[in-house]
Each structure stands twice: as structure tokens, then as C-alpha cells.
């Protein structure tokens, strides 16, 4: 099934909420996000960030309740949703045995990219990585390994980026280069981000939302947050410890 | 059918690097095929080994596949990859049978590898009384059946803490028709004599509908499998 939705919300979110037997790791959670926003997402371990990423990318499947992205339904139209979505991760979701450029042309086949070839090198040049496009990624570095995930998922042009905790373990020019990447492409896609490190989350955001427990605790426009008061919502949510 | 060939495609590519799968299950189908030889071999003269040499040789591969399915989806895990392949807008169906296709063809190689070691140590000269081409028929359709059930209890063990146990308690009681089947069929092609044909179509029989249901299961359940 091929249609052809626009939306002016990016993401949609209605009483979410997914159960993994007694526990709920998300707990009607409701949220709109517009196109071209860039949303942080902040909490306590097991708070159900990642679990909420893992919905909105079609990866888990929702207990109860709807999502949709890009105007698609996370259930309904998971294949055509995910042509329009791309996921950092803070694992980099590449094979160790294939090369740099065998990684990327096979991910290309998948999404069916136009002009693969010429995309591919377009992206390993933009991370810094067309000098290593040969070697196999189980030669990278963590840093090279990240730049090349992102790489991977910027390859189908997708509309709205997912990144779980990107920044992790990076080191400062890996760091560099994903706020660069992220610089270039911020006009014109919609950011999801999930962070543990308030000042980076709160610096490239437009929303914030800090989850606790599965529900959503505060969800505010950045320049109506006060960054204090922000910290110490914060700080209070991490007290609850897990969900 | 683009997605179909690129997964198959970067299994095989892997295959060939690494020469993980081969290995392990050609290295241990192998020493299978020697142990039994050297427990069968204070049997006697009256016991001929040819009467039970289909099931040995079913036995190996049995056990010789659940090794390589595990190892086929571990390598999907490593770094997240099988997140990466189900976030393809592809169908999960396809990214099923483009597993379970390089599976088949990874256990039909290391068929081709133990067979004449098999008949060596089992099959003495002149012993063999049936049908050449029955032979690689059974083989065939008993590799279908294992790699495409087997590939969906992988993707199912995957993800719990013992993968190798898991795979091993549903595997085994879910091949036990196919496995029936296949001795019948293979041990008819072995020994030969009257009503060996029939033999053999009934066992290939049992083992197409083995095959077509468990392919139409796997189909219809994989997509709740891997959301799940």
C-alpha cells in the first residue's frame, strides 16, 4: 500500500502505552510534535525513552493506545513509515564483517536509494570516513563506527531522525562532526533525541519532555523553560529510579 | 525482491569472509559421521550398518543445523543489525525467507560436504542397493523444512538469555514428522528392493506438507515474532 500523507505534526502521540507482562513501560503517554522540531527527551534509567523510540520506529508494537509519524501510523503503515525514518542509536546497527561501503551499499539496497553509488561516497565524504570506505567496520573505532551510523541513517533522506543517546561515548571530533551533520540537516527534518546529558539535550532542542516511570512528567516548549527549574524536575525524576 | 537479494546477497558476502557457518557445522557434521563409525564399529558382522545409517546421517544434520541457525541470527544481533534490517521498509516476510534461503543454502553445502564421507564410512562398496537420484531429492526437502522452521525458532531464541537451550527444546519436537519422514525417504534410497519407491514418495510426501505448512507458519508468524 502506497499513499501519500503530509502532515504539519511531525509526531502524534495518544495515550501510548506499552506493557512488557505486569510492567508498563509506557503509560498513556501524549504528545504532539511539529514538523522541523527537535525534540529532547530526558529520564531516569527505565524510564521508557528507549521503548518510546522503539515504538515510534515501528521496532516494538504499542499495548495500547496510537502513534503515528509523518502522518503514518506506527501499526498500520509501518512499511511506509520506516522509508521516512532514521535511527542513531548508541549501538551503531552496522555489520563488523562488511566494509564501510559495503555497509552503506546494502542499506541502500534495502531502502531502494536513487543513485546509490554516488550517495553512498556523497555520505562517507561528509563523515569523514571516504579515506576508510574499503576497511571493515570491525577495524573502527567507536567514534568512526558512530559517524558511519549516521551515515547509514541520513543515507534514504529520511524526513524525521530518531537518535537514542548519540552521543554516547564519542569522542570530542566524533562529538564535533554529529553536531555539524545535525547543524546541516536541522532546517529541514524533525528531531527526536534522547539524552541523559541535560545542558547537550536542552542546547539543541526546541521541546524538551522528561519521562518518569513510563509517563510524561513535563513537556514544554524550550524558550518557555526555565532552565532550573527544568534541572530540578530533572533531578527529582531521577529519584524515581526505574519504571 | 530488490531487498530479497541484498539480504541474501550480504549473508553470502559474510559467509565467505568469515567462514563461520561452514566451519563449524561442516567440521561438526564431520566428527558426527566419526563417532558414530567408530561406536558402530565393535557391532558385529551381523549388524549392517546400512539399516540405520539414514538416521545417523538425519541425526547429524539435525544437530548440526541447530549450531549454524543460532550462529546465523547472532550475527544479526551483533551491534544491533537485526534493529537495523527491521527498521528497512520491507516487509518482515521477505527478511524471513531471505534468512531462511541462505540458511537452506548454507546446510545444503555442508550436505554436499559430508555425503561422500558418509558414504565411506557407511556405505561399503557395492552395498548400496537403492536409487542414486532418490538421494539428493531427500536431502533437498529435508534442508527446506529445517532451515525454514529452524530460522524462525532462531529469530524467536535470539533474544533469551540461553538461546542454544531454547533452540534445542523447540526444535527438536517440531522436526520430529520431518525428521520421520526424511529417514524413511533417505533409508529407501539407501537400501532399495521392493516397495523402496513407494517408500521413498510417501517420506517426500510427508515431507512437501511438512515443508508448505511449516513455510506458511513461519510466514504468518514472523512478523509477531520479531515485534514482539
Redesign the interface.
Known amino acids: 500500500m502506497t499513499q501519500s500523507v503530509t502532515s504539519d505534526v511531525a509526531v502524534e502521540v495518544r495515550e501510548l502505552t506499552r506493557t512488557f507482562g505486569a510492567r508498563k513501560a509506557l503509560d498513556k503517554v501524549s504528545f504532539d510534535l511539529p514538523a522541523g522540531a527537535f525534540l529532547s527527551v530526558f529520564g531516569p534509567n527505565g524510564a521508557g525513552k528507549t521503548t518510546l523510540v522503539k515504538v515510534l ?5 504499542p499495548s495500547k493506545g496510537t502513534a503515528k509519524v509523518s502522518g503514518f501510523d506506527v501499526v498500520a503503515d509501518a ?2 513509515l ?2 521516512r ?1 532514521g ?1 542513531i ?1 548508541h ?8 566494509s564501510a561501503e ?1 555497509n552503506l551499499e ?2 541502500a ?4 536509494v536513487p543513485d546509490a553509488e554516488a550517495r553512498v561516497r556523497e555520505l562517507l565524504v561528509a563523515v569523514e570516513l571516504d579515506h576508510r570506505r574499503l576497511d571493515l567496520v570491525r577495524t573502527f573505532s567507536r567514534g568512526m ?1 558512530q559517524r558511519l551510523s549516521i551515515a ?1 541513517a541520513l543515507l534514504h533522506r529520511p524526513k524525521v531522525l530518531f537518535l537514542d543517546e548519540p552521543y554516547s561515548g564519542l569522542d570530542p571530533h566524533a562529538v564535533e562532526i554529529l553536531d555539524n551533520l545535525i547543524a546541516q540537516i536541522r532546517a529541514d527534518h524533525t528531531f527526536v533525541m534522547i539524552s541523559h546529558d541535560l545542558s547537550k539535550g536542552l542546547a539543541l532542542c526546541s521541546h524538551a519532555l522528561i519521562l518518569a516511570k513510563g509517563k510524561v512528567v513535563l513537556s514544554a516548549l524550550r524558550e518557555e523553560l526555565d532552565e532550573e527549574q527544568f534541572a530540578a524536575t530533572y533531578r527529582e525524576t531521577v529519584g524515581l529510579g526505574v519504571a | 525482491m530488490r531487498q530479497f537479494k541484498a539480504i541474501l546477497r550480504k549473508d553470502i558476502v559474510m559467509e565467505l569472509r568469515t567462514k563461520e557457518m561452514i566451519t563449524s557445522m561442516g567440521i561438526y557434521a564431520l566428527l558426527t559421521m566419526v563417532i558414530y563409525q567408530v561406536a558402530l564399529s565393535q557391532s558385529g558382522t551381523a549388524f549392517d550398518p546400512r539399516n540405520i545409517a539414514a538416521g545417523l546421517l538425519w541425526l547429524a544434520f539435525v544437530f548440526t543445523s541447530m549450531l549454524g541457525l543460532n550462529r546465523s541470527l547472532v550475527h544479526e544481533k551483533d551491534q544491533g543489525c537485526l534493529e537495523a534490517l527491521l527498521l528497512s521498509p520491507v516487509d518482515r516476510p521477505v527478511i524471513f525467507f531471505a534468512k531462511a534461503s541462505g540458511n537452506l543454502i548454507f546446510l545444503l553445502i555442508v550436505q554436499v560436504l559430508t555425503i561422500p564421507v558418509f558414504a565411506f564410512l557407511f556405505l561399503q562398496e557395492g552395498s548400496y542397493a537403492g536409487e542414486w537420484w532418490m538421494i539428493p531429492l531427500a536431502l533437498f526437502a529435508g534442508a527446506v523444512g529445517i532451515s525454514g522452521v529452524g530460522t524462525l525458532l532462531a529469530t524467536m531464541s535470539v533474544n533469551t538469555k540461553g538461546k542454544d537451550f531454547v533452540l534445542a527444546v523447540l526444535f527438536v519436537p517440531l522436526m520430529y514428522p520431518l525428521l520421520l519422514a526424511a529417514v524413511s525417504a533417505t533409508s529407501a534410497a539407501i537400501l532399495g528392493g521392493d516397495g523402496s519407491v513407494q517408500q521413498f514418495w510417501t517420506g517426500m510426501g510427508m515431507m512437501a506438507a511438512f515443508d508448505a505448512i511449516m513455510l506458511l507458519a513461519s510466514f504468518a508468524l514472523h512478523e509477531f515474532i520479531v515485534g514482539a
Open positions: 520506529t515501528t521496532l516494538t508494537a512499511v511506509e520506516r522509508s525514518i535511527l542509536s549501538n551503531p546497527l552496522l555489520y563488523p564483517d562488511l559495503e546494502f542499506f539496497d534495502m531502502y531502494g563506527l547509514r
